[in-house]
Each structure stands twice: as C-alpha cells, then as structure tokens.
C-alpha cells in the first residue's frame, strides 16, 4: 500500500469520525424530545446570524417560537448543546433562589496567558467570588456620589462640543457622539487618564477601545474553538486579545498606577480602589473580608472589564433613548419639564440629589432598556444536576450551558401590553411593585447582576438631562425611521448612524 493511500485512509477516516461526532452533537436535544431548531451542520442554530439577523433578532425569534412549549427549549451554539430558558419563574430560581447551582457563567477566560480576561465578567467560581467581593465596595451609592463631579465636567465638556456642532449643523450623528462622551467618562474614572476624545476623535485610546469590543485574536475559528473545547483551549494557551491591544491596555494602566504612587494622587475613583488593592491597604468588603494583594495584570484586567462594560452599553442606551425621545414629542416634554423643575429645585446647581429626583427620566431610561435590549442573553453554566420545580420531569444536566433571552421576555405581550411600543410607564413605582424579577433583566439579577449599574444609570441620566435641558430633540429627513439593527454586533446597536436635529431651547 502507498503512502498517499495511508494518508487516504486515515484523512476519510478521520473526516469520518468528526462527522459522527458532529451528528451525534447536534441529535442531543432531539433524542431527548426537548424542543428545538434543526441545526447546521457547522453553525448550529446560528443560521442565518450576521447576514439576515442580528443576534439580538436571532434570540428573540427562537424565543417567540417555542414560549408556551415548556420550560426551556434546546439550541446548539456551534456544537454545543445549550438551553433557552422560557420560564420566568425558572429564571428567577436559577438567578436567585438557586443561584448557588448556577453561579458560573461559563465564558473562556485564561488569564494566566491572556491578562485580559481575567476580568470579573469571565471568571467563575472561587475566583469570581473573590474578585467580586474585592471589587464590590467601589459601585456603593457613596462611591458614586464621589464619581460624580468628575462625570459632570466630562458632561460639560460635552455640551461645549454638543454646542459647536449645532452651530455648525443642527444635524447630528448622536451614536458616534455619545460613544466619545461615554469613553472619556470610563477612561478618566477606570484609568485616571483625560482621553479628550470628544475633541479628538482619532485618539488611540478611543480606537483601541473600539477594538478591544470587536476584535479577537483568531477571529470566528478562535471564538468556535473556545467556546466548543474551553479546556482544550486552556491547555493550548490560546489567546483571545489580540496582542496589540493587550500590550496598549496594560501599559496604560502601569503607567498610570506608576504616577499615581509616585505623585500620591488621590481622585475617589474606581483607579483609587485598586490600587489599594494591589499595595494591601485594608479594605473591607460587604460581608466583612479583607481586600488585599491583587497582581497589577488582575487590576488591569478589572479595567478593561469597567471600560468594556460600561462604554460602548451606556452610549448604545443614550442613543436609543434619544431616539426614542424625538419620536415621542410628548414624553420629551414631560421628561423636560422634570428636569427644569429639579434644577430649579436646587438652585440651577447640578448635583448628585438631582438625579434622584428625576424619576421620570430613570423611567425613561429603563423603558429603553427594555425595549432596546443592549445584552440580549445571560449566560449561566449548571453546576449540578437540577431538577426543575413543580415539574420533576425535566432536568437540567449537570454542566448545560444556560442562555435567558433577555429581549424576548423584554417583547413579550405577556409582561408588558403593546411591548414594541415606548412607554415609559411600564416602570411607573405601581407597575415595578407588581413586576415579578424575572420579568426584567436588564442589568441581570440576582448575586450576579451587573456590578456597575449603578454608574452606568448615573452617565446616563447625566447626559441625557444635559442635553434635554438644552435642547429639542427632532428627527430628520436623515433619521432612519424605524432603526434597524447592526446584524454583525453583540450588542444591540443601531445599524449605521443616528441622526437627530438639535433645536436650543
């Protein structure tokens, strides 16, 4: 026998052997009379994503399709057989109630290679546990409260910028412009640094950035292979941060932390916290543990996550909201009016009271949330086998991957009448007090809920009032009415530009 028919043999055989495996991988949900799509072969049930559906659109059409069939439906991302679940009252077990069962979300991380993800969002386990404990102290009420003037001059520095462009064209791309705006909030509150991206658009720290939410080191086959074999991976060192924006991130954040030792420079930021983290200074956390002795590689990638989290999110939010505001005159006055009257209030002083007193406008900002979901799904991960409650005859497996689709239960007749459309009181105080907790997710719920959102509400309700105290919000004859979706982003985003007419009052 030749050697080119050997290597024959084996390249069929091989072939053989994964097409078996593939099967056998995509029949799981099948053979277990869960209910589900048919998959593709190579793509499971992302059929479709990138070209005719965003992912947010993918979500909520599997989710419109199989509520009512049960507690949860199957769906395989790539090979992998994952659960959708449909059931609030499920969800709200699985977040809270039984939450010691589902703690992990999990994502790959391996952060003894790859620093950056060994960010609080990816990590599981003990790990994430401590890591929250440690990080928790710096996302209090107090600690906003201290955030907040350095929030309001970057606000003001916005509005000069917001001014000279209405002087110019009353025409603006409100997207790209929040996104600056919310950029040089997290660089000079997670990185102590004065980013001044709304005035210069180019700078490296905004592009890197941008990056750093995009791009991954190996692209679509990096992201398959790590999210099929995550021990593989680990075991094969393979890197998820391109190589430029690690190096660009962690160099940033030393030399920060250099000249903040160096200069004994204090600003009651989230910088502040970890660097007494890393030189053991006694911090306590909610429940009584000392904080102390974290790597500066650990502390930088708590950055990336605040800088991940809560710049490209809060921005896509204030855009929608805006959005949203200039389609619905009527609701832009009411949340107008509020805001004059609290300022009013309080002397035309912006303070960090103010934003208390504007509850119309947190009702704004939560309606928004719902209807324009940012994060579609939650991730959670089984740790054991779980018996689901009143209805013994589904278990879900020991080490299933757990997707909640957010935006489908935030589109559901079911919890909020007319669901497509604006409506802010859907979060009047009477209707939150009736709302049971699975039935709104925006920021997750449960021990591992976002961490940051109280400061992602407090950027938010800061730009947002800046303009609207300002300004008229119109549409265009270059608005896209209604928006569409970015259909190749994680989030949900709006496809191209959002343009608004600016009028000053």
Not at 180 to 192: E, K, P
Not at 359 to 372: A, F
Request: hydrophobic residues 40%.
């Amino acid at each position: 026998m030749s050697g080119f028919t050997i290597f024959l043999c084996i390249l069929v055989g091989i072939v053989t052997i994964v097409y078996i495996w593939l099967k056998r991988q995509l029949s799981y949900w099948q053979k277990l009379g869960i209910p589900c799509e048919e998959p593709s072969l190579f793509t499971g049930n992302f059929i479709g994503l990138r070209t005719k559906y965003s992912l947010t659109e993918l979500f909520v059409n599997y989710y419109n399709k199989f509520k009512g069939s049960g507690p949860f439906a199957g769906f395989y991302w790539f090979q992998n057989p994952v659960l959708i679940i449909l059931d609030t009252q499920l969800i709200k077990n699985i977040l809270i109630k039984d939450f010691n069962k589902f703690t992990d979300r999990g994502f790959y991380s391996n952060e003894k290679v790859d620093p950056l993800t060994g960010q609080l969002f990816l990590l599981d386990g003990q790990k994430w546990r401590s890591m929250r404990n440690k990080l928790s102290p710096t996302f209090t009420s107090g600690k906003m409260k201290f955030m907040f003037p350095t929030i309001i001059k970057v606000g003001e520095d916005f509005l000069n910028v917001l001014n000279e462009l209405v002087d110019q064209n009353a025409k603006v791309d409100i997207k790209e412009l929040l996104a600056r705006f919310t950029i040089d909030i997290i660089g000079t509150c997670a990185f102590g640094l004065n980013i001044s991206s709304l005035r210069d658009p180019n700078t490296e720290f905004l592009v890197m950035g941008q990056r750093g939410l995009v791009e991954t080191r190996y692209g679509f086959f990096g992201t398959a292979l790590t999210s099929t074999f995550p021990d593989l991976a680990r075991k094969l060192h393979v890197k998820q941060t391109p190589a430029d924006i690690e190096t660009f991130f962690l160099r940033i954040f030393r030399e920060t932390v250099e000249y903040r030792e160096k200069n004994n420079i204090r600003r009651n930021d989230f910088m502040d916290l970890l660097i007494d983290l890393k030189n053991n200074k006694s911090l306590l956390s909610e429940d009584g543990e000392t904080l102390t002795n974290l790597t500066v590689e650990q502390l930088a990638a708590q950055a990336f996550s605040f800088f991940s989290a809560g710049f490209e999110s809060s921005s896509i939010s204030m855009s929608f909201a805006l959005y949203a505001l200039a389609t619905h005159e009527d609701i832009q006055d009411k949340v107008r009016k509020e805001i004059e009257t609290v300022f009013i209030a309080h002397g035309h002083e912006f303070i960090y009271d103010c934003l208390m007193d504007m509850k119309y406008l947190g009702q704004v900002i939560l309606e928004t949330l719902r209807l324009y979901t940012v994060v579609p799904v939650i991730n959670r991960k089984c740790l054991e086998d779980y018996v689901v409650e009143d209805n013994s005859k589904y278990v879900i497996k020991k080490g299933t991957s757990i997707f909640i689709p957010t935006a489908g239960i935030h589109l559901d007749e079911k919890y909020y009448p007319n669901p497509n459309v604006f409506n802010p009181d859907n979060f009047s105080s009477e209707r939150v007090n009736t709302r049971d907790h699975g039935e709104f997710l925006a920021f997750g719920e449960g021990p591992r809920n976002c961490i940051g959102f109280r400061f992602g509400l407090m950027q938010i309700k800061i730009g947002l009032a800046l303009i609207l105290k300002n300004y008229k919000v119109r549409v265009c004859s270059e608005t896209q009415v209604p928006l569409k979706f970015d259909k190749k982003a994680f989030f949900t985003k709006a496809e191209g530009s959002i343009i608004l007419k600016f009028e000053r009052i």
